[in-house]
């Protein structure tokens, strides 16, 4: 079943690769000579797929190998790794930042804007409505007749 998969994905990836290169003799490729096309369109999807289950074999071998070294550790105590002061200080500068931003954003509520008094805005207008009517009629253009 496996050699069934394998052999799927192999054909439906150098079938994709084909067509993109393809696609790419196509459109870019039109001052090759044919050969050359040719040699493009059939061997890249072949080197494309070799390449692409090298890949992925290694990295199925490396998944294989990452299992059986978890399963058959042996427990041993690992040698705990040394905080340097460098390491301290920054931890600790971190530390108070953390702290210094959780106080800051309890204490200090976001402010609020302020309540506008809309009869106040009202007045203000209708105090202004004379002065700014008669500044518009000295402002007017006498329309043509």
């Known amino acids: 079943m496996s050699s069934i998969l394998k052999l799927f ?11 993109l290169c393809m696609v790419a003799v196509v459109t870019v ?6 050969g050359g096309q040719m040699l493009f369109a059939f061997g890249l999807p072949i080197v ?6 090298k890949r992925r074999s290694r990295k199925v071998e490396a998944k294989v190998l990452a299992a059986e070294s978890t399963n058959t550790r042996v427990t041993q105590s690992e040698p705990v790794a040394r905080v340097s002061a460098q390491e301290k200080r920054i931890e600790r500068e971190r530390e108070r930042t953390r702290e210094a931003n959780a106080t800051q954003s309890s204490s200090t509520a976001p402010p609020k804007p302020p309540k506008q008094d809309y009869a106040e805005i009202v ?7 004379p002065a700014l009517s008669a500044i518009a009629k000295r402002y007017e253009n006498p329309r043509p007749t």
């Open 9 to 19: 994905r192999v054909l439906f990836f150098y079938a994709l690769y084909f067509l």
């Open 29 to 34: 490729l039109q001052g090759w000579p044919v």
């Open 48 to 53: 494309l797929v070799w390449w692409q289950e």
């Open 123 to 129: 007045r203000a207008g209708q105090s202004a409505a």
